[in-house]
């Protein structure tokens, strides 16, 4: 496990008004893999997440400080903007969420904000590689028109990646990108997302410790605000070292 | 008199509520759960039927004595007389026996004073003790009833669902009976006008020359009142849609909870200005301001004009648009707002992008609404915006509109039975107008939930 680090975290703290969201914590998460994000629910997981492409910024109460590095840039910097952080920084809700326009706008929105593509067929292109990334390509290909919300809840969801990865970003915070699918659909998302490790940096977070053990090659465990144990996938699942931890994943609490 | 007995009729109906409510507790004694309804629903049954029977009786027989009273008044006049000096003698008869002052008095006068004075005081003590008897009637049954399998909830609850029913049927009718009369009046006007005349013709003046009753068909084209409404109602959009759906936008996605909590009550307070304040403002501040700005670049603004007319009336619209808009755009679901900020959109991008695109319906059926105020708008055209059917495009110039001149008809002092002719086609022009409007923008408003519920 000899990736490079893409985001170095430390001492990070987070107050929404006056409730401490996030305690202090450190974390250095590595490229070209699958980072998971586990814990009972509000441990400040999806809050952690949303730091790192500054989602944070547009909830007026919340606070965020520490160092947070990307590439080793500070991204909470005076100098960045979080608009083209965002960019760089992609993001995939809980809920699929596409916009209500047709497929291909869907895709083509971030291409199009940022001006990523020089003429129509350079647009064409990106959607149909986005599309192909998410693994939705064959199944919408004759109907690039349609609007995006007619498509099934998995098939949206991939929409949304597909969305996501169309900005070409480097990374790819997932919240919870399966907990309104089914099965059948949360297998075909999380095969996308194993995919999309080897070329991304993926963060996700997730209610379901099986996902994380089938899909992230390292696992951090919150609880309470705080980052209580971070290591490989196998060795938090296998042979945790925190009471807190070996409680979770043995199913004691959370 | 009928008054004591009514209210002698609620006094004994809530006699009933606590003498039936009593006799229940009595019989519950200390089991009450084996009272199918619970004491209060007794009382209550027994109270409002009480209530029904009593001033139902005094209702209906008042209508009904009434009638009476008027065909025994009439047929005791003596034969040969014209049905005015019948309608004069009764009317004289009836004030003579009030006490009030009648046009003239005569033997036929007194004699139906006389008789209206024994019949009315008849009627009076009969309806009187009819209805009391009725009420205690009812009351005695109700009492009687009151036992434990009685179910005194249920046909409660079914009284109160018939009062609901009658009180919605008491709208439904009122607006079919409205609709109607608008239809029939338009209907006898037009037997005498012809529609294209009245739709398509350029002049408008139909009073003039009407000194025998019928009106020339070449001076009834309501054209140019269509073409003011549509100029005042164009002017009124354009100051009212931009700055309420742009107050729309920032209180729902710019303003912080604080401003926000400022700017939303006044936004409401300028819904609540009475539209005849608005009137006066526009003719008394808007208006000269706009003639002697006019003046002074070198443009002729008439003092009464469109221009001041249709600005104000915008105003008046402004928090019509902006509350309604700002409804729609805060229930597009914060979740798209994420999707796209999450791109790395900006805020406007997205507002522009994703906010309007999906509210677009909603927002829509603001303005028809607007447009459809606008449309039925009085107080303001009538004191800013003119009298005489103008027929122009330009806003400097006095122009006038369909209910300005509804207005101008109605309160004219040609007689009413004239004048009423053109009043109610414009009314019921301006009604298909209106309606057509507001279905317009309701269907739209459907189609835009089904998309998020």
């Known amino acids: 496990m000899s990736d490079p680090i893409k985001f170095h975290c430390k001492g990070v703290d987070v107050w929404y008004g006056d409730t401490h969201a996030i305690k202090d914590n450190d974390i250095d998460i590595h490229d070209n893999s699958v980072t998971a994000f586990i814990g009972p629910s509000g441990c400040g997981k999806s809050t952690f997440l949303r730091c790192l492409n500054r989602m944070n910024d547009t909830i007026d109460i919340c606070r965020v400080t520490g160092t947070l590095l990307l590439d080793g840039d500070d991204i909470y910097s005076r100098d960045v903007d979080p608009v083209q952080l965002r960019a760089r920084v992609g993001m995939v809700f809980q809920k699929p969420n596409p916009f209500p326009k047709s497929i291909y706008d869907n895709v083509a929105y971030g291409p199009r904000i940022h001006g990523l593509a020089r003429n129509k067929a350079d647009l064409d292109a990106i959607v149909e590689e986005s599309l192909g990334a998410a693994g939705l390509w064959d199944e919408v290909k004759d109907r690039l028109a349609a609007p995006g919300t007619g498509l099934s809840g998995g098939q949206q969801q991939r929409l949304c990646i597909a969305r996501a990865i169309a900005t070409k970003p480097e990374v790819l915070l997932m919240d919870e990108p399966c907990s309104a699918l089914d099965p059948i659909a949360t297998e075909t998302v999380e095969e996308l997302i194993s995919g999309l490790g080897k070329r991304y940096c993926v963060v996700i977070v997730t209610h379901s410790m099986q996902q994380a053990n089938r899909i992230s090659q390292r696992t951090a465990f919150f609880h309470l605000g705080n980052l209580v144990e971070y290591d490989t996938t196998d060795a938090i699942f296998s042979t945790p070292k925190d009471e807190r931890t070996i409680g979770y994943v043995s199913g004691r609490f959370g | ?453």
């Open chain 2, 1 to 453: 008199m009928l008054s004591w007995a009514a209210l002698l009729v609620c006094a004994l109906a809530l006699a009933g509520f606590f003498t039936a409510k009593g006799r229940a507790v009595a019989l519950g004694g200390d089991t009450p759960e084996v009272l199918h309804s619970r004491p209060v629903y007794h009382g209550g049954f027994v109270a409002i039927r009480t209530v029904f029977a009593g001033l139902g009786v005094l209702i209906l027989g008042l209508i009904l004595t009434n009638i009476a009273i008027r065909w025994a008044l009439y047929s005791g006049l003596p034969a040969g007389l014209s049905e005015i000096e019948r309608d004069l003698i009764v009317s004289d008869g009836v004030a003579l026996a009030n006490g009030a002052l009648a046009s003239r008095t005569g033997e036929a006068r007194d004699a139906v004073a006389a008789l209206y004075g024994r019949l009315t005081t008849l009627q009076i003590w009969g309806l009187a003790l009819a209805s009391v008897g009725a009420a205690i009637f009812t009351l005695m049954q109700g009492l009687r009833q009151v036992s434990i399998p009685f179910r005194a909830r249920s046909r409660f609850e079914r009284i109160v669902q018939v009062i609901l029913t009658i009180s919605a049927g008491i709208a439904v009718l009122t607006t079919i009976g409205i609709v109607a009369s608008l239809l029939g009046q338009t209907l006898v006007f037009f037997s005498e006008i012809p529609v294209m005349n009245f739709l398509f013709g350029t002049l408008w003046s139909p009073l003039s020359g009407v000194h025998d009753g019928t009106m020339d068909p070449d001076k009834v084209g309501a054209i140019p009142l269509f073409a003011g409404t549509l100029l005042i109602t164009v002017i009124a959009m354009l100051v009212a849609v931009p700055v309420g759906l742009f107050s729309a936008i920032y209180l729902s996605d710019f303003a912080s909870a604080r401003a926000r909590s400022i700017i939303k009550p006044m936004l409401e307070i300028l819904a609540g200005i009475p539209t005849v304040v608005y009137g006066f403002f526009a003719a008394i501040t808007v208006a000269p301001f706009l003639r002697d700005t006019g003046a002074a670049i070198g443009l002729s603004v008439s003092s009464e004009s469109a221009l001041a007319a249709g600005v104000v009336m915008g105003i008046m619209i402004i928090p019509f648009i902006s509350s309604l808009s700002d409804d729609v755009i805060n229930a597009v679901p914060q979740s798209l707002r994420d999707g796209s900020y999450g791109l790395g959109a900006t805020k406007a991008e997205t507002i522009r992008n994703v906010i309007l695109p999906a509210a677009l319906p909603g927002i829509m059926s603001a303005v028809l609404l607007g447009v459809s105020r606008a449309i039925g708008e009085t107080m303001i055209v009538v004191m800013a915006a003119g009298q005489g059917a103008n027929l122009t495009a330009n806003p400097l110039e006095a122009v006038t509109t369909v209910t300005v001149q509804i207005v101008a008809l109605i309160t004219g002092d040609t007689e009413a039975s004239t004048a009423a002719g053109p009043a109610f086609a414009l009314g019921f022009t301006l009604f298909c107008v209106t309606l057509i409007f507001n279905i317009w923008a309701l269907r739209l408003v459907r189609k835009y939930r089904e998309v998020y519920d």
